[in-house]
């Protein structure tokens, strides 16, 4: 699983550095091609050496030596690996990848890199707990960073506590799984909607709905963490869009704009799924000035937008998987069974604004997988863990295609 993956990894100035020599040795007895980049600091937890040895490759930590001239190009650097690995991330590495500091090799890298990227933080106690740190962790999250959290035991401080980089065979597992996971969709590119779209009546307002977007933007993810180049067309949001260097986004506020951006990616595209929640009419007219406020009673005309999911359903190739989904609020399965047909979809995920923590700006979502002769119901749970298990359905569907 491991052979002829390509890992890099970038050792900062922690303790915890000493163990990481321990991962390159596991890593490259799998048959995994390891490169090691170290911070200026981290020399002096570890030697570079010992990690020269193992990875069976020079350790880099300087942009060129003085003494032959020979250049660390970051860009071919961020370029080469399958999988960044971070370990240890100290607060200080931490802080410089939130705000993009790239005062050393392996922050340019970092900065350059186009392969999925995890970490394992160790830092002691407080530093862990500190708020600066909370916030950044967070960001680094929505950065679409991966985290192998700390344990939590003795620190190098003498204190007790969360902090311990998880130790080496943890972060070992962690990358197999990873890229036992990671390759069914490698390659592949998939197309998402999400959020709601807005359609303006005059310069000042607009038609509208409550999609936050993050029932798409976890897809989006869920895709991405499987190896999928993820092609995001996404409407007027206020939860920031993922930042991920295998999703790229779109921004587009109204359905027509959506439609166009669709219209171009699907022929290239082998998966799409709809998630947005599209607006069906829009104002025949856009006024140029602001509406005037006169009766007790305003006509407005609406004429009808293209429907994306339709369009896309009947234009798809037999190789093309294409996934929609369906908001109700009375006879949801029927509703979601004539959008299978009418919309020639594979696949309608179908949520209902009569259930609990369900459907638009919740963190969570219930949802039934209706397909041709059958549908499968998935209890409450977090958008993210949805999206995964929808993910494993197209999967499926892929796979049964190509048979
Ligand atoms: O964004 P969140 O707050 O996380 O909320 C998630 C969600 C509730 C928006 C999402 O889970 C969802 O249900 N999205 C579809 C909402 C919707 O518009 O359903 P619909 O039944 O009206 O549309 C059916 C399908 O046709 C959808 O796939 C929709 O994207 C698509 N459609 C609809 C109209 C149109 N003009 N073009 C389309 O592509």
Same mark, same amino acid.
């Given at each position: 699983m491991l052979a002829g993956r390509k890992v890099l990894i970038g050792i900062t100035g922690g303790i915890a550095a000493y163990k990481s020599a321990l991962l390159v040795r596991l890593l490259v007895k799998a048959g995994a091609e390891v490169q090691v980049i170290m911070t200026p600091s981290a020399s002096a937890f570890v030697s570079p050496l010992t990690l020269a040895t193992l990875s069976k490759r020079p350790v880099i930590s300087e942009?060129?030596?003085?003494? *032959?001239?020979?250049w660390a190009n970051h860009v071919e650097l961020g370029l080469w690996p399958d999988l960044m690995l971070i370990a240890p991330l100290t607060a200080n590495t931490l802080s410089k990848m939130v705000h993009g500091l790239s005062d050393n090799l392996l922050m340019t890298t970092y900065l350059s890199a186009r392969c999925p990227v995890v970490v394992a933080p160790a830092m002691d106690l407080d530093m862990w707990k500190h708020a600066t740190t909370r916030r950044n962790m967070q960001l680094l999250e929505q950065d679409g960073v991966y985290v192998i959290p700390p344990a939590t035991g003795e620190l190098a401080s003498g204190l007790f506590g969360e902090?311990?980089?998880?130790?080496p065979e943890e972060q070992f597992e962690w990358i197999q799984n990873f890229f036992s996971k990671s390759?069914?969709?490698?390659g592949q590119k998939v197309l998402i909607t999400a959020g709601p779209t807005y359609e303006a009546l005059d310069p000042v307002r607009f038609i509208g709905n409550h999609s936050s977007g993050k029932m798409g933007f976890a897809l989006a993810k869920a895709c991405a963490a499987q190896g999928a180049e993820v092609h995001l067309v996404h409407g007027p949001v206020s939860i920031p869009v993922p930042q991920h260097p295998q999703i790229k986004v779109y921004s587009i506020r109204s359905a027509q704009e959506m439609f166009a951006q669709c219209e171009l990616l699907f022929p290239n595209m082998a998966i799409t799924i709809c998630s947005a929640a599209v607006a069906d009419y829009r104002p025949e007219v856009i006024q140029e000035e602001k509406i005037k406020k006169k009766g007790d009673t305003l006509q407005l005309n609406l004429v009808k937008n293209p429907d994306i999911l339709k369009t896309l359903g009947h234009a798809k190739k037999p190789h093309q998987v294409v996934i929609g989904f369906a908001l109700e609020t009375t006879n949801e399965l029927e509703n979601a069974q004539g959008k299978l047909h009418a919309k020639q979809a594979d696949l309608i995920v179908l949520n209902s604004m009569?259930?609990?923590?369900?459907?638009?700006? *919740?963190?969570t979502n219930h949802v039934w997988l209706v397909e041709v002769g059958r549908v499968r119901e998935l209890p409450l749970a977090s958008k993210d863990h949805i999206a995964e298990s929808i993910v494993q359905a197209i999967i499926e569907i892929k796979d049964e295609k190509q048979v």
């Open positions: 942009y060129f030596k003085v003494e *032959t001239g020979e902090g311990r980089m998880a130790e390759q069914s969709l490698s009569r259930k609990d923590g369900s459907g638009f700006g *919740t963190d």
